[in-house]
């Protein structure tokens, strides 16, 4: 699942900061992507959000250093929520 998670994530990435050519892996940070800053990161996370049906708190959001954190945040929500 996790693969399918960072495809999806890429996805969101891309299409939120209109970043179709950009090279994107688990190390990419914000400073990576043209427009990423702190208020396009709510925007990218709302999305994150719709798309996975998840809640990310302003303390997850704190601690998100690069995509992969990201990816492991999502993999990690999904996980808790096939445990209920």
Known sequence: MSNDVFD????????????QDEQID??????DIDGWDSLSQTNLLLEIERR???RVSCEDASELGNVGDLVD???AKLAD???L
């Open 26 to 31: 688990r190390d990419t940070v914000s400073f």
């Open 52 to 54: 996975f049906r998840i």
């Open 8 to 19: 999806t994530v890429v996805e969101v990435i891309r299409r939120t900061f209109s970043a």
């Open 81 to 83: 929520a096939q445990r």
């Open 73 to 75: 945040l999502v993999t």
